[in-house]
T-cell receptor, first 110, second 114 residues
Framework: GQNIDQPTEMTATEGAIVQINCTYQTSGFNGLFWYQQHAGEAPTFLSY????GLEEKGRFSSFLSRSKGYSYLLLKELQMKDSASYLC???????????FGTGTQLKVEL | DVKVTQSSRYLVKRTGEKVFLECVQD?????MFWYRQDPGLGLRLIYFSYDVKMKEKGDIPEGYSVSREKKERFSLILESASTNQTSMYLC?????????????FGPGTRLTVT
């Protein structure tokens, strides 16, 4: 079976750093995606990790440890517009098929 | 820019009706996907397609069927709508079957079955 876990909600302060964790147990694994979804909108791509280590892209970074079945998304210099749901998704084989976690709702406060 | 469009943003149907949800992408993507999104359950894959006239079941295909007659269009069909199919339906596409290609999502159709 496929199991992907991430916290349901997180709250952070504007200007701070927040880390959103994702753990996965899947039969088959090719890589790990992170998507951002604002309320009422479509998910949009943030990052993809296939190798162990940290990938940095501006204020957002994503980390993967395949041996531990663990990933995190790091958001720096938080802004109010970062308030959104963050979706972790594992590519579990069979080409481009994804299995999603339930999403982490991040609230950024003043 | 990749654009994925869905035929309706909001739809209200009655139990037992046949429902068609349409999705069109304009970037010549090979792969197309249908998901439903429910609170506390996240995005769940219903069906996907890697090519015209080709379809594969996702994790929750029961009560649904799909059609892909043209590369740019992927339709989701609810043969006989039921109240437990009330949900947000999201269509997505990606360039190629390779695992590293990101999926691009449409704006979603919020379907209510009464």
């Amino acid at each position: 079976g496929q199991n992907i876990d991430q916290p349901t909600e997180m709250t952070a302060t504007e200007g701070a750093i927040v880390q959103i964790n994702c753990t996965y147990q899947t039969s088959g694994f090719n890589g790990l995606f992170w998507y951002q979804q604002h309320a009422g909108e479509a998910p949009t791509f943030l990052s993809y990790n296939v190798l162990d280590g940290l990938e940095e892209k501006g204020r957002f970074s994503s980390f993967l440890s395949r041996s531990k079945g663990y990933s995190y998304l790091l958001l720096k210099e938080l802004q109010m517009k970062d308030s959104a749901s963050y979706l972790c998704a594992a590519n579990t084989g069979g080409g481009n098929k994804l299995t999603f976690g339930t999403g982490t709702q991040l609230k950024v406060e003043l | 820019d990749v654009k994925v469009t869905q035929s309706s943003r909001y739809l209200v149907k009655r139990t037992g009706e046949k429902v068609f949800l349409e999705c069109v992408q304009d970037m010549d993507h090979e792969n197309m996907f249908w998901y439903r999104q429910d609170p506390g359950l996240g995005l769940r894959l219903i069906y996907f397609s890697y090519d015209v006239k080709m379809k594969e079941k996702g994790d929750i295909p029961e009560g649904y069927s799909v059609s892909r007659e043209k590369k740019e269009r992927f339709s989701l069909i609810l043969e006989s709508a039921s109240t437990n199919q009330t949900s947000m339906y999201l269509c997505a596409s990606s360039l190629h079957r390779g695992s590293s290609y990101e999926q691009y999502f449409g704006p979603g159709t919020r379907l209510t079955v009464t």
